[in-house]
């Protein structure tokens, strides 16, 4: 098993910027990969970026491309995403992804999931 926490969201105005974390624990030697995903209220559940933690590539949702950076510290089995020029749009409840398989794009890719951290951007 892995557990994931999250950390670092909350109200921003649009142009800022902010930068979450999620910390996992437990059965990461077996972790492939990391992932974060948002879900807005009334909406599906939508991929954001992930990395592949044996070489560390990345990829993004077209959405986000050039605003937000996925990062990870293997040492401390954190990752991290940078979020900037932030839009009301991407208001929504962030979420962790860890997956010991493919890392894909898609959330029944990902078996371990954190608790989601809310993110608000204000116009």
């Known amino acids: 098993q892995v557990q994931l926490v999250e950390s670092g969201g909350g109200l921003v105005q649009a142009g800022g910027s902010l930068r979450l974390s999620c910390a996992a624990s437990g059965r990461t030697s077996s972790t492939h990969g990391m992932g974060w995903f948002r879900q807005a209220p009334g909406k599906e559940r939508e991929f954001v970026t992930a990395?592949?933690?044996?070489?560390?590539?990345?990829g993004y949702a077209d959405s986000v491309k050039g605003r937000f950076t996925i990062s990870r510290d293997s040492a401390k089995s954190t990752v991290y995403l940078q979020m900037n020029s932030l839009k009301p749009e991407d208001t929504a409840n962030y979420y962790c992804a860890a997956t010991s398989s493919v890392v894909g794009r898609f959330p029944r890719d990902y078996a371990y999931w954190g608790q989601g951290t809310q993110v608000s951007v204000s116009s």
């Open positions: 990395i592949r933690w044996t070489d560390g590539s990345t």
